[in-house]
């Protein structure tokens, strides 16, 4: 499928970044019940990613900003890498509700899906709203933002940045069941610049809200290499055939050369639960910076060996682990947080 859209590109994550787009947690949002935890981690996250590019964190109000600085400044964070932008929201998902920019030109396309709380699971009015309200607040240069009635969260899709874009049918189909696959694969090239798009049908994390969201499950880490969770403990009968099954779609994939990918399985940790309630613990929701590679751990005897596996897919960057015990409470871990802006989209 080829659209003669020369000048438009979807940049892949790992090409430079201009900044990365967080939210700040505080007592409006669901993290309430264990604040103080996920602040800790989100003081880690800042911090690491504050290392390599700037951070522009978004804040509810003047108090929430006044707190974040406080916190963020007596942890020895380079403030200097900070940016505050006061703006509403609901939830602080901006992998979700955060813009998808496309370069255009000397310029860029920011767009501004919707964003639903994943299928109406959750209340999204101001998340919905995110991009709009920092397109006006003048957040960002030499862009166009293009509202597209259209639900897709930005954890729902992979590109490598040369025309190929990896998806999971049961996410896309949750959210659009009266279209099918062509129509789909059609809609999302169109939109989003791309030559193709590659549908996996299988792929599973028990406690995951989002329908199976890729960036938990298979992560390109270059044009010809996928990073993806492996399960290899045949006790486990949530995962166990569900992800032999995705490994095996994985293997028969080819590049747009027609080869076969370069495949980096991640070891699987030992389940966490919150209660009776297991938690979608997932080492490929990893974030690339310009330089690094920031990436779940779970305190878990498998992180040191999922740190390799990423060391070894990037080869080139250093890899940061950030304990994400926290945040998957929420069902959500590091990538989910953060949206990585292209480099010239800040002016």
């Not at 259209?150 to 999971?168: N, V």
């Not at 070891?267 to 590679?293: K, T």
């Not at 890899?319 to 480099?343: A, E, Y």
Request: proline share 6%; aromatic share 10%.
């Amino acid at each position: 499928m080829t659209h003669d859209l020369p000048a438009r590109r979807f940049p892949a994550e790992w090409e430079p970044q201009a900044a990365i787009l967080l939210a700040w947690p505080h007592a409006d949002t669901d993290w309430a019940e264990r604040l103080g935890e996920v602040e800790e981690t989100y003081i880690a996250l800042v911090g690491a990613i504050a290392r390599f590019r700037p951070v522009l964190l978004c804040v509810a109000d003047d108090d929430v900003e006044a707190y974040a600085r406080a916190r963020l400044s007596s942890s020895r964070i380079d403030m200097a890498q900070v940016r505050f932008l006061t703006v509403p929201y609901d939830d602080t998902w901006l992998r979700d509700s955060g813009p998808i920019t496309l370069r255009e030109g000397d310029g860029f396309r920011l767009l501004d899906f919707r964003f639903t709380g994943w299928g109406g699971k959750f209340a999204a009015e101001r998340d919905d709203a995110l991009v709009s309200r920092l397109d006006e607040m003048g957040v960002f240069a030499r862009s166009e933002r293009i509202a597209i009635d259209f639900a897709l969260e930005g954890g729902a899709i992979e590109t490598d940045g040369a025309g190929t874009l990896l998806t999971t049918w049961k996410c896309l189909h949750e959210r659009h069941p009266g279209l099918d696959r062509s129509v789909l694969e059609a809609q999302l090239a169109g939109w989003l610049a791309q030559e193709r798009v590659l549908w996996l049908e299988h792929g599973y994390l028990e406690g995951d809200d989002t329908d199976a969201h890729i960036d938990t499950l298979a992560r390109f880490a270059a044009p010809d290499a996928i990073v993806f969770q492996a399960c290899d403990d045949p006790g486990d009968a949530a995962h166990y055939a569900e992800l032999r099954a995705m490994a095996d779609e994985l293997a028969a994939l080819r590049t747009a050369d027609g080869a076969p990918y370069r495949l980096f399985p991640l070891p699987w940790p030992r389940p966490i639960h919150d209660g009776e309630r297991r938690l979608a613990a997932s080492y490929a929701n990893f974030l690339i910076v310009d330089g690094a590679v920031l990436m779940p751990g779970y305190g878990d005897p498998a992180d040191a060996a999922a740190r390799d596996v990423v060391a070894q897919a990037f080869p080139d960057r250093e890899v940061v682990q950030i304990d994400c015990r926290p945040l998957i409470w929420q069902n959500g871990s590091l990538h989910c947080l953060t949206m990585q802006l292209p480099r010239g989209v800040l002016g």
